[in-house]
C-alpha cells in the first residue's frame, strides 16, 4: 500500500484535531483508579459493555483498597458478561494487591511501573497515561490500527510497531491524536461498511478503491 507523504501527514493530524479538538475516552470513570480497572476490562471489549458493567463493581469496591480484599469468585459475578471475565478477574485482584503492597495503594503514573502491574501491557499503559495525564503517548487497538493502515500512515504488522510509526511522524499533540483515531476508526473508520462518501480525510485514503460498491 502507498504511504503518505510528509505534506499529507501534516494535512492528516491538522484534520484529526481540528474534527477531534478535545477527543477523550467513552469509559466512564472518576479516579485513576476506576480508569485503570475500565481500561484493563476494555481489552477485547466494547466500551458500551464495559460501561454497563462498573457501576455495581465500582459500587462494591469503591477503592482499590477494597478490590484488593475481594474475593475472586464475587470480582468474576460483576464482570462475568465481559470477555475473558476470568483472566481479567485474576488481573484485577492481582493488580489491586500489588498496587497495595507496592505503592501504599496509589497507582503510579509511570509506564514501567504500571506495566509491571498483572494485566496491564503497554497499551493498557499507555491509555491510562493518555487519558489521565495527557501524556504525550500513542496507543494502538484494532480502531487505530486499522485508520493508520487504510490511510497509509504505517505499514507495520503489528500495534506496537504501528505506534512507533506514528508517535515518529506525528511527534506532538499525541493524546488527542490516539483518542481521535479511536473515535474516528469506531463511527467512521469502521471495519465494515466505513462511512467513504462522508469522511473528511476521503482525499488522503489509500483504499478507498477497496469501498467503492
Known amino acids: 500500500m502507498k504511504k503518505a507523504t510528509q505534506k499529507e501527514i501534516a494535512a492528516i493530524k491538522a484534520l484529526f484535531l481540528e474534527h477531534y479538538p478535545i477527543a477523550v475516552t467513552e469509559l466512564k470513570y472518576t479516579s485513576l483508579y476506576e480508569l485503570l480497572v475500565c481500561v484493563m476490562l476494555s481489552a477485547q471489549c466494547t466500551d458500551k459493555r464495559v460501561n454497563l458493567i462498573t457501576p455495581a463493581l465500582f459500587e462494591q469496591y469503591p477503592t482499590l483498597k477494597a478490590l484488593s480484599n475481594a474475593n475472586l469468585d464475587d470480582i468474576k459475578s460483576f464482570i462475568n458478561s465481559c470477555s475473558f471475565f476470568n483472566n481479567k478477574a485474576v488481573?484485577?485482584?492481582?493488580?489491586?494487591?500489588?498496587?497495595?503492597?507496592?505503592?501504599?495503594?496509589?497507582?503510579?503514573?509511570?509506564?514501567?511501573?504500571?506495566?509491571?502491574?498483572?494485566?496491564?501491557?503497554?497499551?493498557?499503559?499507555?491509555?491510562?497515561?493518555?487519558e489521565y495525564a495527557n501524556a504525550n503517548l500513542m496507543a494502538v487497538d484494532t480502531h487505530v490500527?486499522?485508520?493508520?493502515?487504510?490511510?497509509?500512515?504505517?505499514?507495520?504488522?503489528?500495534?506496537?510497531?504501528?505506534?512507533?510509526?506514528?508517535?515518529?511522524?506525528?511527534?506532538?499533540?499525541?493524546?488527542?491524536?490516539?483518542?481521535?483515531?479511536?473515535?474516528?476508526?469506531?463511527?467512521?473508520?469502521?471495519?465494515?461498511?466505513?462511512?467513504?462518501?462522508?469522511?473528511?480525510?476521503?482525499?488522503?485514503?489509500?483504499?478507498?478503491?477497496s469501498f467503492k460498491v
Not at 511527534?171 to 469502521?190: I, N
Request: include cysteine; aromatic fraction near 6%; glycine fraction near 6%.
Open 145 to 209: 490500527y486499522r485508520v493508520a493502515h487504510r490511510l497509509g500512515l504505517s505499514s507495520a504488522k503489528t500495534a506496537i510497531k504501528t505506534e512507533e510509526d506514528l508517535t515518529k511522524i506525528f511527534k506532538s499533540e499525541l493524546h488527542t491524536l490516539h483518542q481521535a483515531m479511536v473515535l474516528f476508526g469506531r463511527y467512521t473508520c469502521k471495519a465494515v461498511h466505513p462511512l467513504c462518501e462522508a469522511c473528511f480525510l476521503k482525499a488522503y485514503c489509500k483504499t478507498t478503491q
Open 91 to 130: 488481573n484485577l485482584l492481582k493488580m489491586a494487591q500489588k498496587v497495595v503492597e507496592l505503592y501504599d495503594g496509589e497507582i503510579p503514573l509511570d509506564e514501567k511501573k504500571l506495566m509491571g502491574l498483572a494485566g496491564v501491557g503497554q497499551k493498557t499503559a499507555h491509555v491510562v497515561m493518555i
